[in-house]
């Protein structure tokens, strides 16, 4: 396997490794041909892990080309969550407090090298960060506010800030691991048959309206499945459940991703799961996923501040801006000339690093299939709002006007449509997927994969009614129990 190393600037590599290749991140994000040396293990090395910095894009773009990043989407959504963080804490308690106990000060700072550190007396602890935290090179601190430990923040190591008479050991452990060597976070199981259903009452616009939420109890009722509305306050009860049903809107910077991601950890069967989440919740990632899968998109163009003015040659107008995480029609914009064009780069550069810009398909409908479990579930035709090239249209005051919602056969459903969004989705995952598509003649193009997609009553069940709701349950039950056969073989 090729090694790979991304760092900010090459020169900040102060390291000679046999079989390990250097490359700047801006050399990676800017060649989509970087897999060519075949199966690629990369580790980020870049400055900074925030989510949308150019650190966070390598590893997004890394997965989406099939490469193995270190640390992956997850953990670099684990480093910076001050939740995560107290839980990860709470659950080393024992050992944290065991192994500093002999340091007086207040603060302790401790240098995680690939899961090592120099001084042997915190090998253990150091280990179990790397198991929890799969970043290359950390340094974590630890306070005492009232006489006992606790980890309070997990930072990435730049490279040129490696101590020089840290660097040997650095390198040797560098070594080993690009040998092949890697823990692997240890595998909680479930023993008990209790859905836990996380929404937000407060939210305007659910995934699920009362009354399918209320659906979603009675099929889980004849699956045998107990249920129990939950709220993000209900954090720390995730352990008392089998499985999480997150019909809140995901976001991968708040807390229905720490959700998704305690609940992974916990062994609970989990929709959506963190990755899913993680992975359809940018449109970057999707981009360079379908079209390195050959899978038809619109005519679309990654764009920062080097390359912005190559959009209008390339795609014309109108067309159309997306931050990555835009969902629900916001932070999508049409643009129709050079001036609009400047303006809305210009304000979304200013959030993100990299924005997506797609030629407009203008069409009176949108196609959505509900994939579950790598099969369709349902299809629907979303029609714009009137006199409005989207399906919700806002005015200024925010109110919102929404296009008919048509629940179709999947029989009834063009085949091309429902096999290109199948292909899609599975590109994802196993997941429950909500796959948009446009038909322009002959030809089926994929206009993003959501995860976590709406299911209302009156509308995506008009078709199945009660089955809808029974195949979800379904596909949760098998899950729960197949974890359950494994853990009895143990």
């Known amino acids: 396997m090729r090694n790979l190393i991304v760092v900010d600037t090459v020169k900040e590599w102060p390291f000679k490794a046999r079989g390990v290749e250097i490359v700047d991140a801006r050399s990676y994000l800017d060649q989509p041909e970087a897999e060519k040396s075949g199966r690629v293990r990369l580790f980020n090395l870049c400055r900074s892990y925030k989510y949308q910095s150019v650190g966070y894009y390598v590893t997004l773009l890394a997965t989406a080309r099939g490469h193995r990043p270190l640390p992956d989407l997850m953990t670099l959504q684990d480093l910076k969550s001050q939740p995560m963080l107290r839980w990860f804490s709470d659950e080393l308690d024992d050992l944290i407090q065991q192994t500093l106990r002999s340091i007086r000060s207040r603060e302790f700072t401790l240098s995680v ?33 009232n006489g006992k430990w606790m980890l309070r923040t997990i930072h990435p190591i730049p490279v040129g800030d490696i101590p020089q008479q840290h660097q040997k050991f650095v390198l040797k452990q560098a070594r080993q691991y690009f040998a092949g060597r890697r823990a692997a976070l240890p595998k909680k199981n479930p023993t008990r048959y209790d859905m836990a259903i996380l929404v937000a009452p407060e939210e305007k616009e659910p995934p699920s309206n009362p009354a399918a939420l209320d659906y979603f109890a009675k099929a889980a009722e004849r699956a045998g499945l107990g249920t129990e509305i939950i709220t993000r306050d209900d954090f720390s009860r995730l352990a008392e459940f089998d499985a999480l049903f997150i019909r809140e809107t995901t976001q991968v910077d708040n807390h229905t991703y720490r959700f998704a991601r305690h609940a992974t950890t916990e062994g609970l069967v989990v929709i959506d799961d963190p990755e899913s989440i993680l992975t359809c919740g940018n449109k970057v990632y999707l981009a360079e996923l379908l079209t ?185 039950l098998k899950r729960i129990e197949r974890k359950k056969a494994e853990f009895d073989k143990r």
């Open 113 to 145: 090298y690939f899961g090592h550190n120099l001084a042997s007396r915190y090998e253990k602890l150091c280990l179990h960060l790397f198991d929890l935290f799969q970043a290359p090179l950390v340094r974590a601190t630890f306070v005492r506010p």
């Open 292 to 476: 390195r899968r050959k899978i038809r998109i619109p005519r679309t163009l990654v764009v920062d501040r080097t390359n912005f003015e190559e959009v209008e040659a390339r795609l014309g107008f109108p067309c159309i801006l997306k931050l990555p995480d835009a969902a629900f029609s916001l932070g999508v914009v049409k643009v129709e000339d050079a001036a609009s064009l400047k303006e809305k780069l210009d304000a979304f550069l200013d959030q993100s690093a990299l924005v997506v810009a797609q030629e407009f398909l203008p069409t009176s409908f949108d196609w959505r299939v509900g994939v579950l479990d790598r099969k369709p579930l349902f299809a629907c035709k979303y029609h714009m709002a009137t006199h409005h090239w989207q399906i919700i249209k806002r005015d200024k005051d925010g109110r919102r006007e929404c296009g008919l919602v048509e629940n179709v056969p999947l029989d009834d459903a063009p085949a091309a449509v429902i096999r290109t969004a199948r292909q899609a989705a599975n590109l994802i995952g196993d997941g429950f997927y909500g796959v948009d598509l446009k038909q322009v003649g002959s030809k089926v193009y994929v206009i993003e994969i959501n995860d976590n997609p709406n299911v209302d009553a009156g509308n995506e069940d008009r078709v199945l009614e009660d089955q809808l709701y029974d195949r979800i349950m379904s596909v949760f």
